[in-house]
Structures are given as C-alpha cells and as structure tokens.
C-alpha cells in the first residue's frame, strides 16, 4: 500500500557521500493521524480536520499520533540521509513550547470519530480508534494509559505563537525512518507531545485530512539508493522511486535512473472554473488552473458535467431607485387610486450578464420594474389598488400558464405549475379579505381591487406575493416593492428627505451564464444566492453627497440573514425599524436583519473626503446563526462620497413618542413551538406546534392584548412575522430541553434599544424564547403568521390566527360564528343574532364612510350614524394628528387642531394613572392645553374617583356606547374588559 508522495522538492540534494550516490527525495502526506484526551477513554478525532498536543486549562492532555508509508515510497535498502517533518499550526492557546516526537511503539488506530468544529474535544471514539486507553478502541489497550512510546524524544522543535509551518529535523529521526524502511513492521509512526506540567498550553495542526490540501502534515526523505532505480508515475501524477526495472511501480515507470526531483510526471488535468460572467470551463493542470485565477474542480474531471458558477464583478453598477408609483386617481401621498400589474420583463441585473426574465410590477399600461415601484401614502389617506397578474410569456406575448421556475407539488396549495400570484402589503393593517390571504390567488388574466386605509402608525411596509406553497418562487422571480407610508410628524422631524432617502431592497440571488435565475428544482430548506443585489443590481455604487442620508433597508431576501456595518466601522443611528420610527435615534456599528425585516438607518457621509469608498458589507453567516464565515456573502454596496454638501442638519433628539404595550394588560399568553419535522414527500418540513395551515387554534378577541412566546427548538433563527398587527418584543430568553421540556436559562433580556419599537418580524434565535406583545384591532377574519424564510413558510411554517368580535357571554378565544347566539346579556350591545351583531361589531366599515361600524347602534350600517360621522375621522384613527404627543381623544371636537385643549395628557390619555382600575378621568378641571406632564396629574388621582368610576359617556368618553370605537387606547380595552366582568358578576 502506498500512500503516495504528493509534492516532489524542487531541489535535489548533491551530498557526495559516495561518487556515485545520487541522492533522492521524495515528500509524502502521512498514513494515519490522530489525538489522545486524557479526559476520556472514549474521545478520539480519527477523521477530524486537525490533532492537538498541550494541556487544556482543565488540565487535562492531547497528545497527537502520527506514522508515514516509509517503506511504500522509499526503495528497500536505501541509505536515509535526512528526514523532515513539516506541520501547519492552525491555531494555539500560548507562545513558544517545545513539542516533540516520540517513536510509538505499539500499533494503534484512526477511526472515523471527526469532532467537527474547532474539534478540541474531539469526539466519541469509533471502532480502531486510538483513544487514551486504547490504541484499538475498545478492545485493544495500550499497556500504559497515555500511549506506549520510546522515552526520549527523536526530535523536537520550539512551535511559536504564530500559526503556519513548523519543522521538525534530527539524527534520531532520521534513525526511526531508517528503521521504518528496513523493517515495515515496526513502524507505529510518532507520539506527538508537550510538556505537560502547566495548563492553557494548547497546539493544534492539521490533520492528514484536513481540506486544504497545501497544509497536510508532510515528510521530506532524503535517501541513497542501493541498486539502480527509477521514477514511478502514479495516474494521480505523483512521483515515488521504486528499484529497476520498475517491478512494484503501481504505475508507469519511468525508467533507470530517472527521478522524482524534479516531478516529471505527467500532470492529471480536470475542469477548472474560471471567474467570470459566462462561467467558463476549462480542462486544464490544477497548476496552470490557478496560474490562470481559476478554481480547479478534480482530476479527470470534465467540463461536460461541470457547473462553474457565475462569478461577478462587485461595484459596477449604480444603485437604482425604484420610480415613485403613480395612480390612476388622486396624487402620491393622498387619497388615490393605483393599478398595478405584474408583468414578464427582461432586466439588466449586472453589466456583464445577459438580461434576465423577471416579474415586476407596473403602474401603467404597459411594462413594468423588479423591484416595483414604491407607493407613497399617507396616515389616514386611504388608497385602492387594483392589483393585476398580467403576466405572459416573453416570448409570445400568451398569458403564462406555467411559472417560470420548477413548482415542487410537495407543497402544501401548491396542486399545479400555473403561477398563482397572491398580493400582501407587508406590515399593513389591512380587513382579511385585503390582506393577501394565501388562497386568495389571482391568475393571470385576473385582478382584485385591494382597500388599504392606511390607519395605522407611518412605517416601511412593503408588499411582495403571498401565493400559498409558490411564495418563493414569486418573490424570487420580483415580486416585492416598497410602500412607504408618513404622516406630518414625521415630515416635520427635519430628517433626510428627498434625494437623500433611500430605499435599500436587500435580495441574494444566483445565476445561471444566460442571466436566469439559478432556483433548485426540489424544495430545499434555504435557498442562499452567490450574489446580493440592492434595488435589482447585483452589488450595485451609489454616489452620495457629503451629508446625512435615510437608508430604509429591507431583507427582502427569501432565506439570508444580513448582519450590516460600514467596512470603516463608523457607527450610524437606526430611527426606526417595521413599525416605524423609534422614540429616539439610536445609535449602533452594526444591525441584523433577517427576512421580512426593515431597519430605517441614518448614515452620516459629511466627515469624508470627496473619492472616499465605503462598502455596506455583510458576516451573517447562512444559515443563520451558523458558524462564523460559513456561507457569508461579504458585500453588498458601495458609497463613494462625492465633493458636494448634502443633508448637514442634525438628527432630532426624539422622534416619536412610543406608546408601550404593558404585558399587565394581556388576556392569554400563548406558546409557539418552532420545529423541524420529517415528512414523507419532500423529506422535511418546518412546523408551528407540529399544525398545519389549514388547523386554526388562535382567537384574539378584538380589542385585546396577547403576549406571544416563540419557542424555537430547531439550530437556525426563525424570522417570525404577524399579519394585522405591530408588536412589541419584550425579551429573549435561553432554553434547554431537560427530558423533552423547554426549561429556561437564566433571566429573560430585554430587546436593544434598537429593537423596542413596534415591529412586525422578530428574529427568533436557536434555543431561545422570544416574548411579543399585540393588540389585535379593527378588523375581524384570518390572517397568517409564519416563518418569513420563504423556504420554510411554503413548507409549511406557517398558519393562521383568527380575530373574532367581543362575545356578549364573556366567552373568550372562539370563532366568531359561534359567539353569543342565544346566549344575550343585556347590556352588551349585541343584539339577539350574530347576523347583525357582525355587521356592526365586526370591526368592517359596512357603510363605506371610514369608520368602523359601532356595535350597538342600531343605524350603524347607514351614512347617517350619529357616533360614526361625528366627530371627523382625524380624532378617532388613534394617531396624535395635531403632533402633541398625544394620541387624539375621539369624542373631542377640537382634537383635530393643533391648539386643542382637550387632549389632556393624563386624565384623559386613557390610561389608568392612579391605577384604581378605572380610566382617569378629570370632569374638564385640568385640562392644561395638551401640555405633556412628566408625572401623573394628581387631580385625575383619588379625589376623582368619584368622576372615573361614573364616567360613562361623558368628557372622558368611555362609557359603554363607546366601547367599540376605534382608537388603539389600552385603556378602552381594559375598560370593556371591567365593564364585561361587572356584567358577568
Ligand atoms: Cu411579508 Cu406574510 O409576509
Ligand atoms: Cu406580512
Ligand atoms: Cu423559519
């Protein structure tokens, strides 16, 4: 058996011991290696990457094991004349420390125990594994624990602090080799150790096989002859030098007196991948592979069956900005009307790669943009879309009939290969039958008229498709946009506006030479891409002037966790995240987001000199938490500043003021257990409770307040997305599982400071329990939560929650066609059938004049609704919209301008300052013109309890004709809640 000699020295040593001695040399890799724990019995690292000598901080030993083939590449009877021992050092704990080599004198094994990892440990032994106690586990012992081995060292040399190559050389060596040759038998290799009196003194080299091949442990033999000999040529082009005429060469032999100093032989040549656009293949040597920048792929390997990647060039594109969309009625910004159709278009996605075939959305007649254009709406300003799937094929202008990619049918809706298209504005607080129910397909040739109210606080919302077991596959294909949605608080904050806003549509990709899109046939767990593009390039340049600029940044990506910095290691200041702009800048180095999730960033370019370049760069590994650089795409954009003065004001101090859920006021608490299971047609699929889809256990009664625990069992982050609603995260926790329970680890963290604004995804990390907090509202019907890793949320992470109306018995957590029939209490404004009782409770605007029916008023679904038309909508959308900090009172007719009194922070805020239970409530003593007061106003404290417990109907308005009403007040919830018990008792 031989091992081979991989590497042959260039330099032939002359050591003239004898005239006609030529000397020979040959380098070959080791046969077996291995490590030895003291710890264990049982731990070896047989097929690991690395071995390891030295003393752990614990104190306990690695001695490594080590033999070469001498004698199957050495010819018998040759006169050794040196020998040289080279291993890389990958890692270690302390500076110089001698290490060295014992001849082992007893036989021992390598197994295929691999601890993977940084592999100090090692692993559980294998069969014929050398561990401690065995040199053949387990049924050979060695004679001592600790490996039989020759006690003076043969060699040794000083492995400093840097890693890289170390030698080792000596007489003794050279005496053990010698002795290999001429009696095989004997030859167990080396004992590699340290001394071992103190602790944290650790050396790790790298095994036989490990992957980079450079680096493998190598012994250089230099030997003399006695008969004549010759070069043997392995197919595998390696050299070794057998005695004339050639008899045990296992290959071609060369012929007396040829030699593998140099190697002549003839070199194996296979694919070799060159980095460019068109993924050229070429069969070549692996030496002029590299010599020409090219990745060689194996020996004897052909281009035939060979898939180079395509490989880009970074940073040659600009960035583009995706139009604003225009309507067909109205005006950007205000109330309008928009058609957007998606459409098959041919798109330039980098400079050196063919147009690609995409989808995207367009706002006119004709074409269309990946990614579609943003809509720019407004807080209260309603908008309708007409969202259309005009999509048909390139080629025949035929409306499509089949996607584009493969449709895997193992997917749960997905029956067939027609492109289903299902639009969801993401983030958007939306009726169900608007939402982009995942069944609510629209195919092409079709189209639905969507209502967005836009009632609900400004934020980054984006829309993409939601085709139930195809969203993948769509959003791959460009199925996303931004909606931007604002109100005049925020425009009145001075941020960076204009040409200095920009949004980032953060997206990984990978492609085929003709510029298609690379997706793989089968559902797979994750799809990661080679590339990342932004706005539909593929790493693409944005000028910017010297100033501030609002980056509104979305993973838009379908499995790809993106941790974010500036390859400078400036800081910048994150003002918002999904659901909008935080109380306060804060500032970071760096921010993770993972799909689903926007971070709203202000980036400040003023300090750099024009021509300066700096990258948006990326060291989220995929999957994600994953190991540290594994699957990391490192870039994502440049900036090159430019000579011009941009946006120089500062940053406000505050923002928006946050109203905080308090987890005091939720009624249930529900658990979501977030798991990998088996299943029969695509092998795995990911789980929410082990239900599917279609199994509806969740409730939440409008008006309530639900705390929501992620519990994540599985190795990889779950991004966890609600539909209808914006959280709150209120903490993470660790877990373990002791004897199949979650049990948790130390104290729950709050979320950072970025983090504790509203939002709607939540990265939910392995091992962890994530705690969220809603308030469901306004709108009754099904709507998804899932994974927003579209992999898993086709397959089949995700399902629905059901928000039903407020049951006059006080029965909680049922759908809402069982609620209250025939099961009246008198005062709690449904009437005998639920017929009626969901027309006006059912959180609907029946009569279409934008606001929410009333539930026990018996005109509520006429225009002529006394509580519905008066006052206007601005007081009671639960927005602050005269910008005082203070969210609007709705039975105040002077809440809608900016000098109204009657907003009084603390007595009428709706929140129970005095914490009797019942809202604060001041009778019109204290109103203080909308002044916001640090401390509770004492006047809305004991003395007026009296006025709180009465209130019903009066200034306050939380009497129970107002139960309903719209505005998000907790304090309303808390009050319904109140008045329902009393009713109960
Ligand atoms: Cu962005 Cu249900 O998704
Ligand atoms: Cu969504
Ligand atoms: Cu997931």
Avoid at 453 to 467: E, F, K, M, V
Wanted: overall charge negative; proline content about 7%; hydrophobic content about 35%.
């Amino acid at each position: 058996m031989r091992t081979g000699c991989f590497v042959a020295l260039a330099a032939s040593a002359v050591l003239g011991l004898a005239a006609a001695a030529r000397a020979d040399v040959v380098t070959i890799g080791a046969s077996q290696d291995n490590t030895i724990y003291s710890e264990s019995g049982a731990q070896s690292n047989g097929a690991g990457d690395y071995f390891f000598a030295g003393t752990t901080r614990d104190g306990f030993h690695r001695r490594g094991l080590i033999s070469f083939d001498v004698a199957g590449s050495v010819p018998p009877g040759s006169l050794i004349t040196n020998v040289s021992l080279t291993l890389y050092l990958s890692r270690t704990r302390t500076g110089d420390q001698t290490v060295s080599l014992h001849r082992a004198v007893a036989a021992w094994g390598e197994g295929t125990s691999n601890a993977g990892g940084e592999e100090g440990g090692g692993a559980l032994a294998t069969t014929g594994d050398a561990t401690w106690t065995h040199r053949l586990y387990p049924a050979t012992p060695w004679s001592a624990n600790g490996g039989d081995y020759a006690g003076t060292a043969s060699g040794s040399t000083v492995v400093g602090n840097g890693t890289g190559f170390f030698a080792w050389s000596s007489s003794g060596m050279t005496a053990d080799v010698q002795a290999w040759l001429d009696g095989p038998a004997s030859n167990y290799g080396w004992l590699v150790r340290m001394p071992e009196g103190t602790t944290r003194v650790t050396k790790r080299f790298n095994s036989r096989t490990n992957p980079d091949a450079t680096r493998r442990p190598a012994l250089t033999i230099t030997f003399i002859p006695v008969s004549p000999t010759g070069a043997c040529c392995a197919t595998d082009g390696s050299c070794s030098v057998v005695t004339d005429p050639g008899g045990s060469c296992g290959g071609t032999y060369q012929g007396a007196g040829t030699s593998c100093t140099p190697n002549l032989c003839p070199q194996p040549s296979g694919a070799c991948c060159l980095p460019d656009a068109s993924a050229t293949c070429t069969e070549l040597t692996a030496a002029s592979c590299s010599a020409q920048g090219g990745t060689y792929q194996a020996d004897f390997q052909a281009c035939a069956v060979t898939d180079c990647p395509v490989v880009l060039e970074p940073f040659v594109d600009a960035l583009p900005l995706p139009a604003v969309a225009q309507p067909t009625v109205g005006t950007p910004g205000g109330a309008a009307s928009y058609t957007l159709a998606i459409r098959e278009v041919a798109q330039q996605l980098h400079r050196d790669l063919p147009p690609t075939t995409v989808w995207g959305f367009g706002d006119g007649p004709t074409g269309a943009t990946y990614p579609g254009p943003t809509l720019e709406v407004s807080s209260g300003e309603p908008v309708t879309v007409t969202w259309v799937n005009d999509l048909r094929e390139l080629a025949t202008g035929q409306l499509r009939t089949e996607h584009v990619l493969p449709v895997d049918t193992c997917m749960h809706g997905a029956i067939d290969a027609s492109p289903r298209t299902v639009f969801h504005l993401h983030g958007g607080h939306v009726q169900s039958q608007y939402d982009g129910y995942p069944e609510s397909t629209i195919l092409p040739g079709q189209q639905a008229v969507y209502e967005y109210g836009n009632l609900q606080l400004p934020a980054t919302l984006w829309y993409h498709d939601h085709a139930l077991g195809i969203t993948r596959l769509n959003v791959m294909m460009g199925l996303a946009g931004f909606y931007l949605l604002r109100d005049a608080l925020e425009q009145g904050l001075g941020l960076p506006a204009g040409e200095y806003e920009i949004p980032l549509a953060i997206q990984d990709r990978s492609f085929d030479p003709d510029g298609s899109f690379e997706y793989p046939e089968m559902w797979h767990e994750h799809f990661f891409g080679n590339t990342v593009l932004v706005n539909g390039k593929v790493w693409p340049v944005l000028q910017v002037k010297r100033g501030k600029y609002r980056l509104r940044m979305l993973d838009g990506s379908n499995s790809r966790t993106y941790r974010l910095r500036l390859s400078n290691g400036a800081s910048f200041q994150v003002i918002g995240m999904e659901g909008g702009l935080l109380p306060a800048p804060v500032t970071v180095s760096e921010v993770t987001l993972g799909p689903g999730e926007r971070a709203d960033v202000v980036v400040d370019f003023a300090p750099y000199a024009a021509g300066t370049e700096i990258l948006l760069v990326n060291d989220a590994p995929a999957p994600f938490p994953g190991t540290p650089g594994v699957g990391v795409v490192p870039n994502v954009m440049k900036f090159v500043v430019t000579s011009a003065t941009g946006h120089t004001a500062a940053l406000p101090a505050s923002l928006r003021p946050l109203e905080t859920l308090d987890p005091l006021d939720a009624v249930v608490t529900r658990d979501f257990d977030l798991a990998k299971a088996s299943e029969p047609c695509a092998g795995t699929r990911w789980t929410i409770n082990g239900l599917a889809f279609d199994d509806i256990t969740e409730f939440p009664e409008l008006g309530t307040t639900e705390i929501w625990r992620f519990v994540n069992r599985s190795g990889v982050t779950h991004p966890m997305h609600m539909h209808l609603v914006m959280f709150q995260v209120l903490d993470r926790q660790a877990f373990e599982v002791v004897n199949g329970n979650v049990t948790p680890i130390g104290s729950p963290v709050p979320p950072p400071a970025h983090e504790a604004g509203w939002k709607d995804t939540v990265q939910v990390g392995p091992n962890e329990i994530v705690r969220v907090i809603a308030r469901f509202e306004r709108y009754t019907g099904r709507f998804p939560y899932h994974c927003h890793i579209l992999e898993h949320e086709d397959h089949e992470m995700m399902r629905q929650f059901e928000t039903v109306t407020a049951c006059g018995d006080g029965v909680r957590g049922i759908p809402a066609e069982q609620c209250d029939d025939g099961n009246q209490v008198p005062d709690d404004g449904c009437s005998a059938s639920c017929q009626i009782e969901n027309e006006c409770a059912d959180g609907v605007d029946n009569d279409g004049d934008l606001r929410t029916d009333h539930p026990n008023d018996t005109g509520c679904s006429s225009a002529t609704d006394f509580l519905e038309t008066t006052p206007t909508r601005q007081c009671d959308n639960g927005l602050d919209d005269d910008g005082d900090g203070w969210v609007d009172v709705p039975d105040d007719p002077g809440c809608q301008t900016p000098t109204s009194t009657t907003e009084n922070p603390h007595c009428q805020d709706g929140v129970d300052n005095d914490g009797d239970g019942a809202i604060d409530f001041d009778g019109g003593a204290s109103r203080n013109g909308g002044v916001p007061l640090a401390q509770p106003d004492p006047q809305c404290g004991a003395a007026f309890v009296g006025s709180e417990a009465a209130a019903s109907g009066g200034g306050c308005g939380l009497g129970p004709e107002l139960l309903f009403l719209v505005p998000p007040l907790a304090a309303l919830r808390r009050a319904r809640r109140r008045s329902a018990r009393v009713v109960l008792e």
